[in-house]
């Protein structure tokens, strides 16, 4: 099969990479309910901190505090 032109000439989702890591895009299944609460602190974060933050800032942080709680350095 052969990819069309407009597929492989699109930019990289996301961010540009800081470092070695590589990103991958994953789908994320919540409860509207639980939506709301982190889009509510998103808004905080850019409204005290003045810089942009997102949906994906949030889960990197919730996973990192998870990973170290559970002894999983990253």
Same mark, same amino acid.
């Given at each position: 099969m052969v990819k069309s032109t407009e597929t492989t000439n699109r930019p990289p989702l996301g961010r540009p =990479? #800081? %470092? #070695?890591d590589r990103r991958l895009q994953i789908g994320v299944y919540v409860? %509207? +309910?639980t939506l709301d609460i /982190? $889009? @509510?602190y998103i808004n905080k *974060? *850019?409204?005290?901190v003045k810089r942009q933050y997102s949906? +994906? $800032?949030f /889960? @990197?942080?919730a996973l990192? =505090?998870?990973l170290r709680e559970l002894g999983l350095e990253i």
């Open positions: =990479l #800081k %470092g #070695k409860a %509207g +309910s /982190v $889009d @509510n *974060q *850019q409204e005290t949906r +994906s $800032d /889960v @990197n942080e990192e =505090l998870y």
